[in-house]
């Protein structure tokens, strides 16, 4: 069993790895002893990260703002200047705008859908040699893209929603990407699936959970919001042997909320 779950060894790059629920993941990937990589805009804070991290185990941080295609293009190239294969491309970089109806503006829209959408197929496309590469009988390389809940409902009914018209449309294409991708990929060696996340204590999320924590908590089945390892264990499950036959699904990662509501 310990090897079915197994990820020691591995190699990673986790998009957006320097915060949030990326940096939750990136550490559960270095503790289970895979060597990661870590992208962020801010070269700083990704160094920071990195040198924390690498305490217990291998991570180096390549900056990249994604939200540039030409970015994209750089990142896939020096991952794999320094990798020829990689096991794990965790796409969890994103952006968010909130305005209401009438006001959203089109720099609001482009912002979030080039570094959720456009990003994520980019570096993704740019790194199949090295997925393709990594992918062995039976333990396939691993695309795990992070989208939302707020990509399979239409917010509005829970506590703390706003208009976030570029982040839910975004999210929504992100799934449907994930199936696409998943059908190409499949028969070159690589699975591609998403995690969906609900409420998890971020820094995107800080406000809502500052103004509606209690509410929020009332509102799922489970009473808690997600915790980091829910997403760890969610990405080692789908990283490893054991999650080996899963492909192009979407898996909700919110306690219930949304299936039960």
């Known amino acids: 069993m310990t090897g079915l ?53 291998f991570c180096v941080s390549i900056p990249a703002d994604l939200g540039v295609p030409e970015e994209a293009e750089r990142l896939a190239a020096e991952v794999q200047a320094r990798e020829p294969s990689l096991d794990i491309l965790v796409n969890n970089a994103g952006a968010v705008w909130a305005a209401p109806l009438g006001e959203f503006p089109v720099k609001g829209w482009d912002k ?62 992100v799934h449907h990407l994930t199936a696409v991708l998943a059908k190409r990929l499949g028969p070159r060696g690589v699975t591609v699936n998403a995690i969906a996340p609900g409420p998890f204590d971020t820094k995107m999320l800080a406000y809502t959970l500052a103004a509606h924590r209690d509410a929020i908590v009332a509102a799922s089945p489970l009473g808690r919001i997600g915790e980091p390892d829910d997403i760890v264990g969610t990405v080692i499950f789908l990283s490893s042997r054991a999650g080996a036959y899963v492909n192009g699904i979407v898996i909700p990662l919110d306690g219930g909320m949304v299936a039960t509501r």
């Open 112 to 173: 979030v859908l080039d570094v959720n959408l456009r990003g994520v197929f980019l570096l993704t496309q740019a790194l199949v040699p090295a997925l393709v590469a990594a992918g062995k009988p039976g333990d396939p390389a691993r695309v795990i893209n992070i989208g939302s809940v707020d990509g399979i409902r239409a917010p509005g009914s829970m506590p703390g929603d706003e208009e976030t018209y570029s982040y839910v449309a975004s999210k929504a294409a």
């Open 5 to 57: 779950f197994s990820v020691a060894g591995k190699t990673a790059l986790v998009t957006g790895g320097s915060r949030g629920i990326g940096l939750m993941i990136a550490r559960g990937l270095v503790d289970a002893g895979a060597r990661v990589y870590i992208s962020s805009r801010k070269a700083a804070v990704g160094e920071e990260v990195a040198a924390e991290l690498s305490k217990t185990g």
